[in-house]
């Protein structure tokens, strides 16, 4: 990892694929991943970590199940939110998003459990596959 300032929107510029996060730095254990989103992901449950979401762009939109039911928390441009371990959620950006998120290294953006995965992502890291 660089030693130097990472400008966001530099690194949000270099690439266009949709769900698909690149890491941009470390911290101790942790990846900081940016994404360009739009559209619906998948649901998903990640077991043993919280996932952590900043909107640097956009809006972004997380479908929660939890145990006393559903609901979506919006968040505009500059919010953060935790999707608490084990909790079942989809996120989705009706006109489009960049957002950064924080998880442990080698945390599979389609979590540990989830829906059946579209032709194309990768099965393994939720990545969005070329063409």
Known sequence: MSNEPILLRQALA?????????????????????????????????????????????ELHISLREADGERTVLLPQGAVFTVPRGTEHRPYAPSGAAILMFEPTGTPSVGDRHDEIPDHVDSTTGHALPG
Do not use: C, M, Q
């Open 14 to 58: 270099s690439f266009d694929a949709l769900w698909s996060p690149r890491i941009v730095t470390r911290v101790n254990d942790y990846d900081v991943r940016i994404a360009k989103v739009e559209g619906e992901h998948i649901w998903h449950v990640h077991d043993t970590t919280d996932e952590f979401f900043l909107v640097v762009d956009g």
